[in-house]
């Protein structure tokens, strides 16, 4: 790997281990062995690290909102989806737990973050529309609006509520707290669930039960 | 109202205005029109007067959850809860857009809020156990906690949201920013009323609807 891709990929590693305040430029080069003059020779400072990192985590959401085109989505796509989120929650869990903290002094990441929300929030009413599409839900069209609105701010308000409600740090997180997402999740999509969807959805629940 | 009493309310207004990060007590005083070591005659420092808008947030939300005992909770104790919810989220509406800032330094506060948060989750749970008791609501035990989980996401998440995915400004923020939070809640209860408040909730979302 280059020095160049290094840097975001341990960048990402320590936010998500002990927070994005809590690591500088400095800590990065130092995890890295390299001079912190090596490290400004590819980043101009950490904004510009974060903005690499919301590159990538802007390319993966959009990869889980990638569906199959020309034929109905079947229910082992939406089991792909649902192990996509998870990965996606896991493996940038740093991003939602302080976004207020990353964006406050970051004007352009903050416009970035409004264009992207604004997005990714159409393209989960995208996909409860081909879940009715193919038969597994049934909404109207003033239905899925909500819904979707109701599962962005689950899926990105999980992690800060993880840290401020239930104090679990960074440290002491681990992929079965951000699991619970799913098991919420299945709560607000179950009653719109066709006969068809029962049986696997039940199966899910069991699966993300809180413990 | 005392020096003591006006010093809590200031600070209240000004975080709900400005954001509590950029509010320091100097600011408390000098809106006050008295002198720091006077503010300090009263309180130790911003935590403490902190802690006291925490007792009148928690004594807040306790009157959302006092709903009547010894009979069926009505359709009127259930609208004058949303009307008391309103409130809560406009005049507290400081307190969730940027939690994870105001709990980093203040671990007893932290230590509180948790305890806190667990309490009002089983609040809402109960809130909705009661629904089903009088016939406004049909759940099994087992889907009433996602719900009142959801809900309590839903609720605190959303100023945090309205900051950070719309980019709404503590300046520019109005009651109807925090209203959607009751269209959005309706459609989480939605699935789970029974016809008898179904009109009602039709009349609420047209009330709510986003602009």
Same mark, same amino acid.
């Given at each position: 790997m280059k020095t160049k891709d290094r840097i975001v990929h341990v960048a990402l590693e320590l936010f998500n281990e002990f927070g994005e305040r809590k690591i500088t430029t400095n800590h990065i080069a130092a995890h890295l062995k390299i001079s912190p003059g090596n490290l400004y020779y590819h980043y101009r400072n950490k904004s510009d690290i974060i903005a690499r990192i919301f590159d990538q985590y802007e390319t993966t959401v959009a990869g889980l909102f990638d569906l199959p085109q020309g034929r109905h989505i079947t229910l082992e796509d939406r089991a792909v989806l649902t192990e996509k989120l998870l990965d996606l929650l896991w493996n940038? /869990?740093?991003?939602? /737990?302080?976004l207020v903290g990353m964006l406050e002094n970051d004007e352009a990441l903050h416009q970035r973050y409004q264009a992207f929300a604004n997005h990714a929030t159409d393209q989960i009413a995208m996909v409860y529309q081909r879940m009715c599409d193919s038969g597994f839900m049934q909404m109207t069209p003033e239905q899925i609006k909500p819904l979707a609105l109701n599962v962005w701010l689950l899926c990105t308000g999980w992690a800060n509520y993880l840290r401020?409600?239930?104090?679990?740090s960074e440290e002491e997180i681990t992929p079965a707290h951000l699991n619970q997402v799913i098991y919420q999740l299945t709560y607000l999509e179950m009653p719109y669930l066709t006969e068809v969807t029962k049986e696997e959805t039940e199966q899910l629940l069991e699966q993300f039960k809180p413990f």
């Open positions: 940038y /869990r740093f991003m939602h /737990r302080d401020t409600a239930r104090g679990i």
